[in-house]
């Protein structure tokens, strides 16, 4: 079920850089910092602060898959491509709905909330 959530049009203009930053890996940190106040630049920086995580998360886990069998590496390494992918996919999908001044959820991950 995919939540688009009321917007204050003023704070989304105000804050859609931080929204942008918030799906471009590490830089999630800048609008988790600098835009504490901004109920749009919060949600978007939850929904990239949990993108990240599953980064991160797929990272450890193919690279650990990889090593763990060398005869199935090259399998791993594609499956690694496609997750990559994925995430790729959400982030500019984060990026777009932030641009357009929305906030909707993304796709399998947008329903958990790690930031109040």
């Not at 901004?38 to 995580?53: C, E, K, T």
């Not at 998360?57 to 499956?79: E, G, K, M, Q």
């Amino acid at each position: 079920m995919e939540e688009n959530l009321t917007v204050d049009p003023k704070d989304a203009q105000d804050n859609k850089v931080m929204g942008i930053l918030a799906y471009l890996g590490i830089l999630v940190l800048v609008p988790i910092l600098a835009a504490k106040e901004s109920p749009f630049a919060r949600y978007h920086s939850n929904q990239g602060l949990i993108l990240l995580i599953v980064a991160a998360a797929l990272a450890i886990v193919i690279n650990i898959l990889s090593r763990i069998s060398l005869s199935l590496w090259l399998v791993f390494t594609l499956l690694g491509g496609i997750l990559w992918l994925g995430v790729g996919v959400f982030a500019i999908l984060g990026i777009i709905n932030a641009v357009k001044g929305e906030m909707k959820e993304l796709p399998l991950i947008g329903k958990y909330k790690i930031l109040k």
